[in-house]
Nanobody, 123 residues
Framework: QVQLVESGGGLVQAGGSLRLSCAAS????????MGWFRQAPGKEREFVAR????????DYADSVKGRFTFSRDNAKNTLYLQMSSLKPEDTAVYYC????????????????WGQGTQVTVSS
């Protein structure tokens, strides 16, 4: 079992920045591929970014590429999603997730999820 707790969400104006964190506990955190997903009201959960177990391999959704940076600190069992140049369309609940095995961008492939943190970007 892996327990994930997100934090850092909030209300920000368009063009602003936020840093989300995800604290992990339980099984060996460094073995897991980690992902960030988001879900806006009335929409399906969508991929935002993922990072390999060693923090080197990353992938981003086209909509956030160049604006978001995903990093992990395995010594602290913590993930970070630095979000810059935020847009109103980034408004959503953001979730971190974990899986063993190869990286994937599909929510259905992830085994463990946090409770989510709300990000609201005002225009």
């Amino acid at each position: 079992q892996v327990q994930l707790v997100e934090s850092g969400g909030g209300l920000v104006q368009a063009g602003g920045s936020l840093r989300l964190s995800c604290a992990a506990s339980g099984r060996t955190f460094s073995n897991y591929v980690m992902g960030w997903f988001r879900q806006a009201p009335g929409k399906e959960r969508e991929f935002v970014a993922r990072i390999g177990w060693n923090g080197i391999s990353t992938d981003y959704a086209d909509s956030v590429k160049g604006r978001f940076t995903f990093s992990r600190d395995n010594a602290k069992n913590t993930l970070y999603l630095q979000m810059s140049s935020l847009k109103p369309e980034d408004t959503a609940v953001y979730y971190c997730a974990a899986r063993l095995g190869k990286g994937t961008n599909y929510p259905r492939d992830y085994d463990y999820w946090g409770q989510g943190t709300q990000v609201t970007v005002s225009s």
